[in-house]
């Protein structure tokens, strides 16, 4: 219903009207009036404290799509957020059938015991025997518990290998890269800048690094996420955690590239989009709460977010601070992948395995 009731103050031709939400202001004569307030522009007609109020232009609504924000330092009011983790199952059960014979030696030779540990026992006999033993027992450690893998790579596979290298120098080359932990939904938009969804995130480093006790021939970009690193070698990706490995072909390999609207908090990155800006306490039509001091406007930004996943298991996602980030490594990984498939296909093989 548009009808209610409520009193004013007047001044010379104007009325202030106060209530929780704020201050407003209207004129004109008896019957009719218009006015502004922190619901927006509105005409009054009525009379004898009876009104009825239409909206003569609503300010900015919340956008119906997705946005996000990070809950640190929000005050949630008792708001009670069902956050869900963005996690993978046992690395252990994330493998193909390309894989198993070489999981099967890379997860046997990591949960080898180190005989290293023990030249502490002789260190405290003597310190030249212990400091060699311990030197010498570290070779043999690496010697027992390491996996070679080499390729054999021509001039074809090169260029297309240089391909897939320049397309994850793209996502090192953001300004801000993290990984997305967990994420709940809330309809608690007025506390949450308008988001509806509501995200934990870490930053993360991406680079190149070889797993421990892999030796290998290639450069091997890695991506951690978590207590889990991604290492993403010529033809298979190796899921490592702790002392247990797993292991999936790029066929076998899901990415899915999307833009998603991010309401930051923080500082905002160099190279990152501002599309549409916020307040930290909004009322319902997308203003900010002035029930609120120190209500500060938040930008909107355009992040990508890249989600990696398999049948068995692989779940974990990665926000990058450049939009479209990611697409070329989908499509080189693509690339890789069906090349891989076409040399086996006609009996040549890519590694020395």
């Known amino acids: 219903m548009g009808f209610y009731f409520r009193k004013t103050i ?163 080359s953001c300004r801000a890269k993290w990984h997305l932990q967990a994420e709940a939904v809330t309809k608690d938009y007025k506390h949450f800048a308008g988001a509806n969804r509501i995200i934990r995130r870490k930053p993360v480093n991406i680079s190149d690094n070889c797993p421990k006790y892999m030796k290998t021939n290639v450069k091997v970009p890695c991506i951690p996420v978590g207590k889990q690193k991604l290492y993403f070698f010529p033809d298979r990706i190796f899921i490592y955690h702790g002392n247990k490995a797993g292991s999936l072909s790029y066929s076998n390999l899901k990415i899915q590239q999307q833009n998603a609207r991010f309401i930051e908090k923080g500082s905002v990155p160099k190279d990152g989009t501002i599309v549409d800006y916020t307040w930290e306490y909004i009322n319902k039509q997308g203003g900010p709460d002035k029930r609120f001091s120190n209500n500060r406007q938040l930008p909107v930004l355009l992040y990508s977010e890249l989600r990696f996943s398999s049948d068995n298991g692989l779940n ?38």
Not at 139 to 153: C, F
Not at 326 to 340: A, D, F, M, P
Request: aromatic share 10%; glycine share 8%; proline share 1%.
């Open 10 to 172: 007047k001044f010379g031709g104007l009325r202030f009207n106060i209530s929780k939400s704020g201050i407003g202001v209207s004129t004109g004569v008896k019957g009719f009036r218009i006015g502004t307030g922190p619901r927006g522009n509105y005409v009054h007609i009525g009379t004898h404290g009876l009104y009825y109020r239409a909206s003569l232009g609503s300010r900015k609504k919340r956008q119906g799509n997705i946005s996000h924000v990070t809950p640190d330092n929000l005050r949630t009011n008792g708001t009670d957020l069902d956050f869900v983790n963005i996690e993978s199952s046992d690395v252990t059960f994330i493998k193909d059938s390309s894989s198993a014979e070489l999981l099967e030696e890379i997860n046997k030779k990591l949960k080898k015991v180190s005989f290293w540990p023990f030249s502490v026992i002789f260190l405290l006999i003597n310190l030249f025997a212990g400091l060699a033993a311990a030197i010498i027992l570290y070779l043999i450690d690496r010697k027992r518990k390491t996996t070679v893998l080499l390729y054999n790579i021509d001039e074809i596979m090169e260029a297309k290998l240089q391909s897939f290298y320049d397309a994850f120098d793209e996502l090192k």
């Open 316 to 353: 974990e996602c990665i926000q990058l601070s450049r939009q479209n980030a990611g697409l070329r490594l989908i499509k080189e990984l693509s690339n890789l992948s069906n090349s891989i498939y076409s040399r086996e296909a006609t009996g040549i093989n890519n590694n020395g395995l």
